[in-house]
Structures are given as C-alpha cells and as structure tokens.
C-alpha cells in the first residue's frame, strides 16, 4: 500500500540554526511527492514538489527538499530557521494504487516545527 | 487568496443539530476534496467528487454527506451533531491527475456545544 510517514512529532530549532524536518515514503513505482505547510487556523499552503529531475528541489520560504530514492526519503530543509517558520509542516505522496484513489494525495500526520529566538 | 473559498469560516452550532460546509474550488478545478483536522487526529480524508459524481470515500461517518453540484461547487452536509465532530473542516481542489497537488480553503471551524 501507499503511506508516507512523518517520524517526528515536533521539531524544535533555535532561530539562524538549520532545520530538518523528516518524511519516509512508500509507493511502487515513481513518487511524486510534496510537502505543505499549515500555519495556525489556516489551511494548508504548498511549499515544493517533486515529480522529475533534480533531486534538491527549491520552493517558497527559502525551503528545499532533499529526493533521496534509494533511502526513500524527501526531508524538508532550510538553511537557517527563522521564528516565523514555527508551524505544522506536511507530507504528501500521490497514490498510484489501484481504484477510486487513484491519484490522490497521502498526507503524513504532521510535523510541528518550533523556532525559538 | 488560494482561489478555494469556504464558507462559513466559524460555526457554533448544538448537539444533534445539523449544518452544511460550502466550498468553491479554484476555478478551472474539477476535483473536491473534504478533510476533517481535529487535535487527536490529524488530517482526515472524507470524500472526493469530480465533476459532480462521487469518486472516492475515506473515513466518512453516515451522518455526513457531501455532494457537488453542476457549477462545481461542494457542500458537506453534517448531522445529528456530536461534541466530538468539533473540528476544523477543509476543502481542496485539484485538476485530475493531480500532478501539481493540492489547493486548499482555509476551512470552516465548527464548533458543537
């Protein structure tokens, strides 16, 4: 079956440090994978994709993500967190199972990311 | 302004009661998404249309129903409301494949007292 996974809850960084925010995946065949962010009582806004090509990809915010196949990763990055970074970030992969789905974003449970001045 | 607009953004409504969620997808979207984020949860896929027919089900109680119409615009009806449907309600929209992903409204909050 198709699944992403978020392994941490909570990420908490100290402003200017580099952050990481890790996701795992599961699909047979090739992933299009993504990663959105939620920040409070709002919904979720995209940050970056990868369908193809280059393994860093580059989105809003100054974030990047890391393609990783043989480790089946695409963890979110930046090189220097800033306080206003502080909110739910998440996962996605495309379903390319079989039936109704078919196609449909998997969303991972969520990664609360804390940036302290 | 990601193009999905819902309506309304804050509900309060009782218990047993029943209310319906409005949702217009960005335009040129014909595929309509419902999640369900509560605080234990996370974010719950309920029901997807496409251009007016149902096309996939997630973990949709019997008491909700959704449906779209032919201007493409969602509703989630929710009834006989429990404390525990107390939430935050989003739609997403989506041309189909969706190789770009997801857009999301900023969701409609309900509250069940």
């Known amino acids: 079956a198709q699944s992403v996974a978020q392994p941490e809850d909570q990420v908490n960084v100290a402003e200017g440090n580099p952050l990481t925010v890790k996701c795992t995946y599961s699909?047979?065949?090739?992933?299009?994978l993504f990663w959105y962010v939620q920040y409070p009582n709002r919904g979720l806004q995209f940050l970056l994709k990868?369908?193809?090509?280059?393994?860093l990809v580059k989105g809003s915010y100054g974030f990047e993500a890391e393609f990783n196949k043989s480790q089946t990763s695409f963890h979110l990055k930046k090189p220097s967190a800033l306080v206003s970074d502080s909110a739910l970030y998440f996962c996605?992969?495309?379903?390319?199972?079989?039936?109704?789905?078919?196609?449909?974003?998997?969303f991972g449970k969520g990664t609360k990311l804390s940036v302290k001045p | 302004d990601s193009g999905v607009t819902q309506t309304p953004k804050h509900l309060i409504t009782a218990t047993g009661q029943r209310v319906t969620l409005r949702c217009s997808p960005r335009?040129?979207?014909?595929?309509v998404y419902w999640y369900q984020q509560s605080l234990d949860q996370g974010l719950q896929f309920l029901i997807q249309?496409?251009?007016?027919?149902?096309?996939a089900k997630g973990n949709i109680l019997e008491r909700f129903s959704a449906q779209q119409f032919p201007d493409l615009h969602s509703e989630l009806n929710l009834s006989s409301l429990e404390l525990g449907d107390s939430a935050l309600y989003f739609c997403?929209?989506?041309?189909?494949?969706?190789?770009?992903?997801?857009?999301f409204g900023s969701g409609t909050r309900l509250t069940v007292v």
């Open positions: 997403a929209s989506s041309v189909l494949p969706p190789t770009y992903g997801y857009t």
């Open positions: 699909v047979s065949g090739n992933p299009y």
């Open positions: 990868y369908i193809t090509g280059d393994n």
């Open positions: 996605a992969v495309r379903d390319l199972g079989y039936g109704g789905s078919q196609g449909n974003l998997i």
């Open positions: 335009s040129g979207d014909l595929s």
């Open positions: 249309y496409y251009n007016g027919e149902e096309r």
